[in-house]
């Protein structure tokens, strides 16, 4: 029978890193060496990686179980997905592929680093993932005070306080959008007291018309309210992670240098994510004001293209064997700026993210001018993309295990493109036959800055 010790909910990638610590300090207190604590930490991160990535919550157990005489620590994560329907396809294919960050190898290595791996796996039945790492002989006896006792050390420690501030930030946009979905539903029913109003005017034609019209109009609004909202909650989840997954990632390297003692390294990351904090909050004030302002009223200001696209770049992490390419020359225009920035973030970051071979990664951002439109493209020589599927990379996935999206992606950056494409009567496609891939996308010419002329 289990042992159990403690259980966590797995929602986000803050979670994860949470899941990753806690089988860290487990593993040291049950007496294992350092590097039987990475392996056994390591493999909990994957298997919560996955729930996040493909299913989106769960929960890990932690326990310490017994057989054939030894004690092991054990981790189960648990979830309500779809299930996995091609283990033995996955198993198989590691064997010839080594990449790391090919789909599934998160499974094929978490397997390889504890004593003990097993999936229990049902068609839209959940998934239940058990890891096992063997307690030296020489651990401490387990005992309800000594749970009871590293429970409370987990309850007071102070380290997690930064992930406990990101997730508060993160728990107010939701009490925001809470908010926006109350206002919906009192917008609804002051239609439907219009529509009351309606039925007690049928005497007077000329009222019932005008009524009627402003009924219309009103209901053709409420549908945009509608969409704007839905739109704005993938917006918040898709743009947020990216920040958060970078801030996730850099205080799993602080949290190393100060177990190591490396205090340069990690004073180091320090400014690194000071940024990140900045980015996200940035991007929150300029979702808030995309919400709250309306479309048509969001703040327009002069806006170099060119610097856009160095802040995107410094914003992401591209290795240094790819080659970027810009314009020497790009336009200015009258617009706004956040709109840009989230178009070259998901256009360029999809780039670098599916490229398979960075040694020789080629990506070029040009533009030109033709009839009223501004044509942007972004060309890279990665992969290439499957005819049958051009069409449905614009569309939100409602099934994240559905394989047009990658382990490392939501499958919404494409669909936030087209539509803010949309919103400025723009277009987007791409253009890909065998290898490489091309984007392009419209902009109104209307919106360009005339630079003064030189006096000669």
């Known amino acids: 029978m289990p042992r159990s010790l403690l259980k966590i909910n797995i929602a986000n990638e803050l979670d994860v890193v949470l899941a990753y610590r806690r089988?860290?300090?487990?593993?040291?207190?049950?007496?294992?060496?350092?590097?039987?604590?990475?392996k056994f930490a390591t493999a909990v991160s994957e298997i919560c990686r996955n729930v996040v990535e493909h299913v989106g919550n769960g929960t890990i157990q932690f326990g310490i179980v017994q057989e054939s005489g030894h004690n092991y620590l054990e981790a189960t994560v648990s979830d309500r997905g779809r299930g996995i329907g091609n283990?033995?396809?996955i198993y198989e294919?590691?064997?010839?592929?080594?990449?790391?960050?090919?789909r599934g190898?998160?499974?094929?290595?978490?397997?390889?680093?504890?004593?003990?791996?097993?999936?229990?796996?049902?068609?839209?039945?959940g998934t239940a993932v058990t890891l096992r790492k063997r307690i030296p002989t020489q651990s401490?006896?387990?005992?309800?005070?000594?749970k009871e006792v590293w429970l409370q050390e987990f309850k007071d420690e102070e380290g997690i306080s930064p992930y406990a501030e990101i997730k508060k930030q993160n728990m107010q946009q939701l009490e925001l959008l809470e908010k926006l979905r109350l206002r919906n539903l009192e917008a609804e029913q002051q239609l439907q007291e219009i529509r009351r109003l309606n039925l007690q005017l049928q005497q007077s034609n000329f009222e019932i018309q005008n009524l009627s019209e402003e009924r219309e109009r009103r209901n053709l609004e409420l549908q945009k309210v509608n969409a704007d909202l839905d739109a704005f909650a993938h917006t918040v989840s898709h743009d947020l992670r990216s920040p958060l997954q970078n801030i996730g990632g850099i205080l799993n390297f602080l949290e190393g240098s100060l177990q190591t003692g490396n205090t340069e390294d990690a004073v180091s990351l320090l400014p690194m994510l000071r940024e990140q904090a900045s980015k996200m909050d940035k991007l929150i004030t300029g979702i808030l004001a995309y919400s709250l302002a309306g479309h048509h009223s969001l703040h327009r200001q002069i806006v170099s293209v060119r610097v856009v696209l160095q802040k995107v770049l410094e914003s992401l992490y591209i290795p240094a064997s790819f080659k970027i390419i810009l314009p020497d020359d790009m336009p200015t225009l009258y617009t706004q700026e956040i709109y840009f920035y989230q178009i070259f973030s998901n256009l360029l970051g999809n780039a670098v993210k599916y490229h398979d071979r960075p040694e020789e990664a080629v990506i070029e951002v040009a533009f030109s001018f033709e009839s009223d439109q501004i044509l942007f493209t972004v060309q890279d020589n990665g992969p290439?993309?499957?005819?049958?599927?051009?069409?449905?990379?614009?569309?939100?996935?409602?099934?994240?295990?559905?394989?047009?999206?990658?382990?490392d992606s939501s499958g919404l950056g494409l669909a936030i493109v087209k539509r803010i494409l949309e919103e400025k009567q723009g277009d987007v496609w791409v253009e890909s036959a065998g290898r490489g891939t091309c984007f392009v996308f419209s902009w109104p010419a209307s919106e360009v800055v005339a630079e003064p002329e030189e006096n000669e």
């Open 384 to 407: 290439g993309i499957a005819p049958e599927d051009q069409e449905q990379i614009f569309s939100k996935y409602e099934a994240l295990g559905h394989n047009l999206t990658r382990s």
């Open 23 to 38: 089988a860290m300090q487990l593993s040291e207190k049950t007496g294992m060496a350092q590097a039987n604590q990475t």
């Open 87 to 89: 283990l033995d396809q």
């Open 105 to 125: 190898m998160g499974i094929v290595n978490s397997r390889k680093l504890v004593d003990f791996f097993e999936i229990r796996t049902e068609h839209e039945q």
């Open 93 to 102: 294919r590691a064997r010839y592929v080594s990449s790391a960050t090919s």
């Open 140 to 146: 401490p006896v387990f005992t309800k005070s000594l």
